[in-house]
């Protein structure tokens, strides 16, 4: 069996609806095809403005953005011949809880757009023919409650998708949810932003799939964001090692969890142009060629560097390390990288609304210091040249070198 991912910008629009068909209908689905779908567009985006209105009593702004999520899938439906309340029906009410977390209501709300991506799609592949079914994933796919970053039950979750693979009257196809879960008790998770390919990958790690590939609007693995670098180069072939290390530097094609659970399985990830299914894309596989030959460039936008210097010029390394990383591990910070001296450390996390809340927590045992508007800038396979090509131009605030990589926080432009 086959899995294929289908993020957001492929399904956007009712066009992008149809040219998913399209490369469904290109496909061998004889022993099964898994197909996992993102929400539409940017609807993710407006469903956690619609969380943030509520979350601060904003409930008109949060009604209009709603109705605008509603109108949005409504018009796609027309577009693709359904009709809306009949062949398919929304969610009618926004299920938010003034007494819940801020981040549980996130998982109930913004969950809300893979289901109505999935239903309307797999709704419409079944009316074009094809043997489809659709799956609803927080009943499957079995979570913890840690929401926004849900940890997934492997053991349970694969006994259960399994159990409905195997099923003799199951169609050949199967539209599911990416990126959302459940937890024992019914609720609706979220893996972390961009968990749609780390649904893929469990899946097909889970199934024994013979090959996953995410469609995306790219020609596939790039030495460089197209959007920020005008010359670049696709990366035919990589390994899982490699993949790894872009993913967790800040590389937007896969999502940083997507390998090792095809790494484990010996798995290949394919990553092709959604507009134009035939081109050969990108392979990730063990035998991938490595070490990469061309310069790659990684930006991790909204970076905040935090600065720790001890109170007492006690020696940071040696007697606070662990604490500091406590902290940082229970207000759930992602670490992009790290530089020490004798007696300070430094940090460069993901500016998140975390962030606030540990600097507090750090401040009680350091003296805290901090910059925020930042990137970080990781190429692969740096020369001196292509260093001080990188350094022109900007402030830097830390740099970092090792045999062929560097790493850049630079202040944001």
């Known amino acids: 069996m086959k899995v294929f991912k289908f993020g957001g910008a492929s399904v956007k629009d009712a066009n992008g609806v149809r040219n998913l068909e399209s490369i469904v209908r290109q496909t061998d689905v004889q022993d099964g095809l898994m197909i996992v779908i993102s929400a539409m567009g940017k609807t993710t985006n407006a469903l956690e403005r619609v969380v943030e209105f509520l979350d601060t009593g904003k409930e008109e702004q949060a009604l209009s953005q709603w109705v605008d999520i509603i109108d949005f899938h409504v018009a796609i439906m027309k577009e693709l011949g359904l009709k809306p309340g009949v062949d398919v029906r929304l969610q009618g009410e926004i299920p938010f809880d003034p007494n819940l977390p801020f981040d549980e209501n996130y998982d109930q709300i913004v969950s809300l757009g893979e289901i109505m991506s999935t239903q309307i799609i797999a709704v419409y592949l079944l009316k074009q023919g094809l043997s489809v079914e659709w799956w609803n994933m927080p009943k499957l796919l ?28 199951r169609p050949q196809i199967v539209v599911a949810q990416g990126f959302i879960g459940g937890t024992a008790e019914g609720k609706r998770t979220t893996l972390g932003r961009e968990g749609s390919d780390y649904t893929a990958a469990l899946l097909g790690n889970y199934l024994d799939a013979e090959s996953v590939t995410i469609w995306k609007d790219v020609p596939g693995i790039l030495n460089a964001d197209p959007r920020l670098e005008p010359n670049t180069v696709l990366i035919p072939s990589l390994r899982y090692q490699d993949a790894v290390e872009l993913s967790y530097s800040g590389a937007q094609i896969i999502h940083p969890k997507t390998i090792k659970p095809l790494e484990n399985k010996q798995i290949p990830l394919f990553v092709k142009p959604f507009g134009d299914p035939k081109a050969a894309g990108s392979c990730i596989s063990q035998d991938g060629v490595g070490p990469l030959n061309v310069p790659v460039y990684i930006w991790r936008k909204n970076q905040i560097l935090i600065t720790m210097r001890a109170k007492d010029f006690a020696f940071v390394l040696e007697e606070s390390l662990s604490e500091i990383f406590d902290i940082i591990h229970r207000h759930r910070l992602k670490v992009a990288l790290i530089q020490s001296s004798a007696v300070t450390i430094s940090v460069c996390v993901d500016n998140t609304r975390f962030v606030p809340a540990a600097i507090e927590a750090l401040q009680v045992h350091f003296n805290v210091s901090y910059n925020d508007h930042l990137s970080l800038l990781t190429i692969r396979g740096t020369t001196p040249e292509i260093l001080e090509q990188a350094k022109a131009g900007r402030t830097i605030m830390l740099s970092q070198t090792t045999r062929r990589t560097a790493r850049l926080v630079v202040k944001e432009i």
């Open 142 to 169: 079995r979570t913890d409650n840690t929401w926004r970053e849900a940890r997934v039950d492997d053991k349970t979750s694969q006994e259960t998708i399994k159990a409905g693979w195997e099923r003799p009257d």
